[in-house]
C-alpha cells in the first residue's frame, strides 16, 4: 500500500526512519530524499499508541513505506511530511540515541 498526499506528485513513503529513546521524536527520510525531524507527541494520547509510555516507541518498523508500531497501528507518510522539520542527519544523531528501522 503506497500513500498519495493531496499537493505531492509522487507517491509519498518513509524509505528509513529512527526514533529516539528519549523523547516522541523520529528522524525520517522520504523516498524522494527529503528528511528530518517529526515530533509524535502530538499522537500520543491515542489508545492504539498507549505502548509508546510503556517505552516501545523505539519498536518501529517500515511496512511498504509506511511507519508502524505494535500490531500495524500507522501513521500516515503525509501526516509525517506536513510536519517535518528539516534537519541534517548528524546533527540528528549526534543528540538522540536511536533504534532504526529501514525498508522492510
Not at 500513500?3 to 526514533?19: F, K, M, Q, R
Not at 502530538?42 to 508500531?69: H, Q, R
Amino acid at each position: 500500500m503506497k500513500a498519495v498526499c493531496a499537493g505531492y506528485t509522487d507517491l509519498l513513503e518513509v524509505s528509513s526512519i529512527e526514533a529516539s529513546v528519549q523523547n516522541l521524536w523520529v528522524y525520517v527520510k522520504f523516498s524522494d530524499g527529503t528528511q528530518g525531524l517529526v515530533d509524535m507527541s502530538e499522537l500520543a494520547w491515542m489508545p492504539v499508541f498507549s505502548s509508546w509510555k510503556d517505552g516501545e516507541f523505539d519498536k518501529v518498523w517500515l511496512d511498504d513505506g509506511i511507519p508502524c508500531w505494535g500490531e500495524g497501528n500507522h501513521v500516515g507518510p503525509e501526516w509525517m511530511r506536513e510536519r517535518l522539520q528539516p534537519m541534517k542527519y548528524d546533527d540528528w544523531k549526534g543528540v538522540h540515541r536511536l533504534a532504526t528501522a529501514s525498508a522492510v
